[in-house]
């Protein structure tokens, strides 16, 4: 919950102090870097009702950051009464996976790129934390986002083992950094995601890129919700000169 939105204020004093301390900035991926979202939409509802399960556009983005094989049980118990089974579960993600890829190609979410190089020109670590297991995905950033990321600051689904909205992706983050909850902020989309960041201890950013309403971000528990990255890339800016002040200050 945030108290701060009827004025937005302290809101953005609280960002600004959050971002003058922090040493890395930890970024989900489908919907925040790539503008993904939709076609995972479309994807899962085809490949739930081709196995007999309803599953429409927003329940994707409302599950969206959970593994795939977490999406397929809960469907399964509330439609089924029981837990899908493993050769189910391997079918249904095979089935979705292969619709994902016959869908229009994937492009950056506009504004990422500015995003991203700011983060790095004010000399912050850039971790990519995602429950995506792709096998290019180091490729297709460095493509996206020349420069930005690094294999050893990445967390896939191929390190974790409890996807969101569990924190265990956002602490290994953490852990990969080699720093601690307070000196990191997250960039996220998706209600589970923020979820995930907030029970990490993370200061977390929301970027709204979805159909969901702001509100729903902010339930989750996300302390800023901005509605795009250019908005987002506007805020980290004024820091940004602020950031450098203070160190001719100190000079
Ligand atoms: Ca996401």
Do not use: C
């Not at 479309?42 to 556009?57: D, P, Q």
Request: without cysteine; negative net charge; glycine residues 8%.
């Amino acid at each position: 919950m945030n108290e701060n939105t009827a004025t937005g204020i302290s809101s953005t004093d609280e960002l600004t102090t959050h971002v003058r301390n922090a040493q890395a900035f930890l970024f989900d991926m489908d919907g925040v870097l790539f503008d993904s979202m939709k076609n995972h939409a479309e994807a899962w509802e085809r490949a739930m009702k081709i196995n007999g399960l309803v599953m429409s556009r927003e329940d994707a983005f409302m599950n969206e950051g959970r593994t795939g094989e977490g999406t397929i049980d809960i469907f399964a118990l509330a439609q089924w009464g029981r837990n899908a089974t493993e050769e189910e579960r391997e079918h249904i993600y095979k089935v979705k996976s292969d619709i994902f890829n016959t869908l229009p190609h994937v492009e950056p979410m506009p504004g990422a790129l500015e995003v991203l190089q700011t983060v790095k020109a004010m000399g912050m670590l850039r971790v990519i934390v995602t429950g995506s297991g792709q096998k290019s995905l180091l490729e297709r950033l460095e493509n996206s986002f020349p420069g930005i990321f690094r294999a050893e600051l990445m967390v896939t689904a191929f390190d974790v083992r409890l996807g969101k909205p569990h924190p265990e992706p956002y602490l290994m983050g953490l852990e990969k950094a080699g720093i601690q909850a307070d000196e990191a902020i997250v960039v996220e989309n998706a209600p589970l995601g923020v979820e995930s960041a907030k029970a990490a201890g993370i200061y977390t950013i929301a970027v709204n890129t979805g159909p969901l309403p702001d509100r729903v971000l902010y339930d989750a528990g996300a302390d800023i919700v901005f509605p795009d990255h250019h908005a987002l890339h506007n805020a980290l800016s004024v820091i940004q000169e602020l950031r450098k002040q203070k160190k001719t200050g100190h000079k």
